[in-house]
């Protein structure tokens, strides 16, 4: 996938009416509240100008066993997505 032109059909992105955008956003996994509640994991899917469709994790996290979990399936989902909409 080419990163500029085009928005791909996925993208939640407000360019602002720049023709030629860089990057796009696509969808986000819910966020994961942390052991503390003051910190969360988020999963959503990006493109970058090196690799096209990534997965992006931004933690800030302290997770127990189940979040965790909770966090690695996310994971899991947005990865097979990505490569499902790699070429789009």
Same mark, same amino acid.
């Given at each position: 996938?080419?990163?500029?032109?085009?928005?791909? #059909? !996925?993208? &939640?992105?407000?360019?602002?009416?720049? $023709?030629?955008?860089? /990057?796009? $956003?696509?969808?986000q996994w819910p966020d994961v509240? $942390?052991? &503390?509640?003051?910190?969360?994991? /988020?999963?959503?899917?990006? &493109?970058?100008?090196?690799?096209?469709?990534?997965?992006?994790?931004?933690? /800030?996290? &302290?997770?127990?066993?189940? #979040?965790?979990?909770?966090?690695?399936?996310?994971?899991? /989902?947005?990865?097979? !997505?990505a490569e499902d909409h790699a070429? $789009?």
């Open positions: 996938m080419s990163v500029s032109g085009r928005c791909p #059909q !996925w993208c &939640t992105t407000n360019h602002l009416g720049i $023709d030629e955008p860089v /990057e796009h $956003d696509g969808p509240l $942390d052991a &503390t509640g003051a910190g969360r994991a /988020e999963i959503g899917i990006c &493109t970058n100008g090196a690799h096209g469709v990534v997965v992006a994790l931004y933690a /800030e996290s &302290t997770l127990t066993p189940k #979040q965790a979990r909770e966090v690695a399936h996310g994971l899991l /989902e947005a990865a097979a !997505w070429n $789009d």
